[in-house]
Every structure is written in C-alpha cells, then in structure tokens.
C-alpha cells in the first residue's frame, strides 16, 4: 500500500482563491481525519469522517472551510475564499478498526497564502 | 479541553543518552498514542497505550501511563542521532478514535 497520499505537496495561492486539498486514504482504512498544524496552534482536528459520513466538524474554522468525502478512497477539504492566516500545513489521515495500528498519516499539503 | 501537553517542549542530549518526554492531559482517555514527526514530514505511529496498561515497549521506547496523574511517558534509549525528531502525544476522551495531538516535544540528539 502507497500510504495516504495528499496532493498537492505545495500551494501557493493569492488571498480570495479557492483552494483544493486532495486525500486518498489507506484501502480498507473507514476513519478519515483533516489537521492543520502552524506553529501558533499546532496541530488541530478540523473534521472527522467515519464510513465517508463526517462525524465531527466542530474544529471547522469557519464558513470558508468545507470538506467532502463522496467514496471510501477520496476526501478534499476546500478552502472559499482563501485567507492569510490559513497558511498552515493540512495533513490528511485514516485509521482502521485495528487501532493498535494508529492513524496513518499522509505527507501534507503545504498551504501559503499571499 | 482534553488536549495534551508535552513536557519538555526541547530536549538535546548526546547520542547514546536516553531521552525521556513527558505528556499530561486533562480528561479520562481509554487510550494514548505517541508520534513522530521528522522535520517537513507527517506524523507516524509509535505506540498506543490502552488506560488499563501500565507499561508498554516497543523496541527501544518505553511508554508508561498514569491514570491517576493523567500523564505518560516516553523514553528513547540508546538514542540515535536518526531520532532527532518532535515527538506528540495524542489523546481520545471517548473511544471513538477522535483522537487530540498534544504541543509535541523537539528532541535534538547530536552525534
């Protein structure tokens, strides 16, 4: 298995853009997790998807962020309109039922906003 | 909140020397789990300690856990000079694998 993959690795957007972030998680793996982690704030949980459904968003931000998860093997957190202060980097990870095995993590997007 | 706190927030030592990290939460957890993260990387698992387990080890780390004083550790012993690396603690409140990650520790071991 490739892991979590995230794309893109790097983006670099002007401030009122819209933003896409890219997750495809383990197979088999039904919990998906968005982070942003910045050094202010450090890592938080922005939302939780368990069997594609989101289960918790209340580390949404704001408005602006949205997230998606339409099949098991695809999630995209979407940012609308973009702003400085959320340059941060956005790791995606997914765990399974095994939790001995814990969350595994993609790389992360890196998120910079001009 | 449950969120967890690592203590110290930078440690440097030798390499050889054993590195040990400290993380308190808050509220009652079922489990924790310790991560690294090496520098512009994601985080990987290292362990989960589940509330009923006292010790747990995984090669050369060893986790403790103490529910009463709401606290774990970990210890790296024998360090490499490859384990220079921020190290989180992360904790669950409810089993349902929503999981807190704490403000990590910066290990620095120098060769």
């Known amino acids: 298995d490739a892991g979590v993959i995230q794309s893109p690795r790097h983006e670099v957007t002007e401030m009122g853009q819209e933003v896409t972030l890219r997750c495809k998680p383990i197979s088999g793996h039904n919990s998906l997790f968005w982070y942003r982690q910045t050094m202010m704030r450090g890592l938080e949980l922005l939302i939780y998807f368990n069997n594609n459904v989101p289960i918790d968003d209340s580390g949404m931000p704001e408005d602006r962020f949205s997230a998606k998860m339409p099949n098991a093997s695809f999630s995209t957190l979407k940012i609308q309109p973009s702003e400085p202060r959320d340059s941060a980097v956005y790791f995606c990870?997914?765990?399974?039922?095994?939790?001995?095995?814990?969350?595994?993590f993609g790389s992360g997007t890196r998120l910079t906003v001009v | 909140s449950q969120q967890g706190e690592e203590d110290p927030q930078a440690l440097s030592i030798q390499e050889g020397e054993n590195a040990t990290m400290n993380c308190s939460y808050k509220t009652s957890i079922n489990n924790l789990q310790w991560y690294r993260q090496n520098s512009g990387r994601g985080l990987v698992h290292l362990i989960l300690i589940r509330s009923n387990e006292r010790e747990k080890h995984s090669g050369r780390l060893r986790v403790t856990l103490d529910t009463s004083k709401k606290s774990s550790s970990l210890l790296i012993t024998a360090s490499r000079a490859a384990d220079t690396a921020s190290y989180f603690c992360a904790t669950d409140g409810s089993g349902t694998y929503k999981y807190i990650f704490g403000t990590g520790t910066r290990l620095k071991v120098l060769a």
């Open positions: 990870a997914s765990a399974g039922q095994m939790l001995n095995y814990g969350y595994t």
